[in-house]
Each structure stands twice: as C-alpha cells, then as structure tokens.
C-alpha cells in the first residue's frame, strides 16, 4: 500500500514512542491540529481545507488505534466540515476538540457539545476592529470571528511580520480588559479565555481513553502546549511521539520535536507510512 518509508525520530523517546505504537496500535490516541499540519496555511482562513491525502490516511490509520483526535483552536463544527471528517469511511470513532478541548464533536453522534463562551470574547470582539485601526502597520489586517475566541490575522497586512509584532501588545490590553488571553500563532494572534489549551485537552483525552501510547503533530506556537503535555506524559511512563509539520516559520517546534515531516503533505506521508507498517 503506502510507499513512503516511516521516519526514524531522532530522540530516544521519539523512538520509545515510535516503537509502542507499533507494537500496541491498539492503545494508541494519535492527535493532530488541524491548520498547518492537516491542512495548509492559507491566507484567508475560511479557505483552508484538509490536504486531498489527509482523509484517506486516516481512514486507513484510525481503525487501528485505541482514537485518532483533531484538537484545534478552531470551533469544532468548522474543523469537521473542512476537513470532510462527518461522512468518511473508517472515521467512525474520531474526535474533534475544538477552542482547545472546550468544544467536543464525536463522529458517533455527530454533535457538538460545548459549554456556554466566556462573555469577555464578544466585549473583545466588538473593540477589536478599532484596535487594529489605531494601528498604523496593522492595515490590511483581518478578523476571523471564532465564537469562543477572536482573532486578528496579519498575513494579508503589507509588512505582515511587522504588524504582528505591533499588535501584540494593544490586543495583550484589550485581552487583560476582558479576562482573557492572547495567543500567537503563525501570523495571528488569538483572544479566548484563560485555561483553554491543547495541551490540557491532550492530556484529559489520553486519561480519558486510558490511552497506553500518544502521538501529537503540530505546525504551531499554540502546540507547544501539547508537545510540554506529551512530555509529561513520558515522564509518567506513557510513551510518546512529537512529529513537527514543516520547519521554517516556527523553529522551536521543530527544534522539539522528535520528528519534522513536509507540512500536511509530510504528515499525510507519516500516517500513511504508520498505517503500512502496522498492517505488516
């Protein structure tokens, strides 16, 4: 089937990982986020969909393993849809968590449960396009409107570096004036509420799925969360992987991970390389 040959982690707990997941598939979760590592970064968000190869792998990956999961800032309902996880073959038991675990959707039901949003994000909301206006190089700035979060997008702005780092500080007040937090990402900067974090929903899912081995990929700063998880999850004898998708926008990730693959192309590449292997 797959032809691509499965990547050697260059840790030895990358490999310790590698090599539970082999043996035991069946106690295995394997995590993803969703932008950037199952599908490509583009520069209006609403566009993004999964890589053409992502669904088909993990219809072939996912039967075997105890969960695959999505956990992703985004809504829940938003990440099934681009994703086309609702009506896949062999997805019949995949989560998405969506603004960080506080919004779940199980392939069983085809519901999403949530809790009521953090009334700060709708005050934050409302403010925000006069804050990006009172900033010079924030033009060309875009709002993306996540319901339990908001955030502003500066990869279409003429200097997009620059108006990243001129945003931060103004949307770091704003955040603390409505109780909540920023997160920076690639290009954005994301408002939700405090406590909400993939690494959290990470670990409650591993604990939740009585899971004996994890793997997590990741492209993002908001997955270094996840990957501290994975490593405390190590340090309590459940072993585990850290696969980074691509290298060249955020360097700490790659530089932590125990494998860095191509983008969603490479980690298409990895699960279809992991599903060969298991199959035998």
């Given at each position: 089937?797959?032809?691509?040959?499965?990547?050697?982690?260059?840790?030895?707990?990358?490999?310790?990982?590698?090599?539970?997941?082999?043996?035991?598939?069946?106690?295995?979760v394997v995590a993803f986020d969703f932008d950037g590592t199952l599908a490509d970064i583009v520069?209006?968000?609403?566009?993004?969909?999964?890589?053409?190869?992502?669904?088909?792998?993990?219809?072939?990956?996912?039967?075997?393993?105890?969960?695959?999961?999505?956990?992703?800032?985004?809504?829940?309902?938003?990440?099934?849809?681009?994703?086309?996880?609702?009506?896949?073959?062999?997805?019949?038991?995949?989560?998405?968590?969506?603004?960080?675990?506080?919004?779940?959707?199980?392939?069983?039901?085809?519901?999403?449960?949530?809790?009521?949003?953090?009334?700060?994000?709708?005050?934050?909301?409302?403010?925000?396009?006069?804050?990006?206006?009172?900033?010079?190089?924030a033009r060309g700035a875009t709002v993306e409107e996540k319901g339990r979060a908001v955030a502003?997008?500066?990869?279409?702005?003429?200097?997009?570096?620059?108006?990243?780092?001129?945003?931060?500080?103004?949307?770091?007040?704003?955040?603390?004036?409505?109780?909540?937090?920023?997160?920076?990402?690639?290009?954005?900067?994301?408002?939700?509420?405090?406590?909400?974090?993939?690494?959290?929903?990470?670990?409650?899912?591993?604990?939740?799925?009585?899971?004996?081995?994890?793997?997590?990929?990741?492209d993002d700063l908001g997955d270094l969360a996840a990957f501290a998880a994975v490593d405390r999850?190590?340090?309590?004898?459940?072993?585990?992987?850290?696969?980074?998708?691509?290298?060249?926008?955020?360097?700490?990730?790659?530089?932590?991970?125990?494998?860095?693959?191509?983008?969603?192309?490479?980690?298409?590449?990895?699960?279809?390389?992991?599903?060969?292997?298991?199959?035998?």
């Amino acid at each position: 089937m797959g032809s691509h040959p499965l990547p050697v982690p260059t840790t030895a707990a990358g490999r310790e990982g590698l090599a539970a997941i082999l043996q035991r598939p069946a106690e295995a979760v394997v995590a993803f986020d969703f932008d950037g590592t199952l599908a490509d970064i583009v520069p209006d968000p609403d566009q993004a969909r999964a890589h053409p190869g992502a669904v088909p792998a993990l219809s072939r990956l996912a039967p075997r393993l105890r969960s695959a999961a999505v956990i992703t800032g985004r809504p829940a309902a938003l990440a099934v849809e681009y994703g086309g996880f609702a009506e896949a073959a062999g997805l019949d038991h995949l989560v998405v968590l969506g603004h960080y675990g506080a919004e779940r959707w199980d392939a069983a039901g085809r519901e999403v449960s949530a809790p009521p949003p953090h009334p700060g994000v709708a005050a934050a909301q409302a403010e925000l396009p006069d804050v990006l206006a009172s900033v010079g190089e924030a033009r060309g700035a875009t709002v993306e409107e996540k319901g339990r979060a908001v955030a502003a997008h500066t990869r279409r702005a003429a200097d997009p570096r620059g108006a990243f780092e001129a945003l931060r500080e103004p949307l770091r007040r704003l955040a603390e004036r409505h109780g909540l937090i920023v997160e920076p990402g690639r290009l954005v900067l994301e408002l939700r509420p405090p406590g909400m974090d993939k690494g959290v929903a990470l670990t409650e899912y591993v604990r939740e799925t009585g899971a004996g081995a994890v793997l997590y990929a990741g492209d993002d700063l908001g997955d270094l969360a996840a990957f501290a998880a994975v490593d405390r999850l190590r340090s309590r004898g459940v072993p585990g992987v850290l696969v980074c998708s691509g290298s060249a926008e955020v360097t700490e990730l790659a530089r932590r991970a125990d494998v860095v693959v191509d983008g969603p192309a490479g980690v298409v590449d990895l699960l279809t390389a992991l599903a060969g292997a298991i199959e035998g």
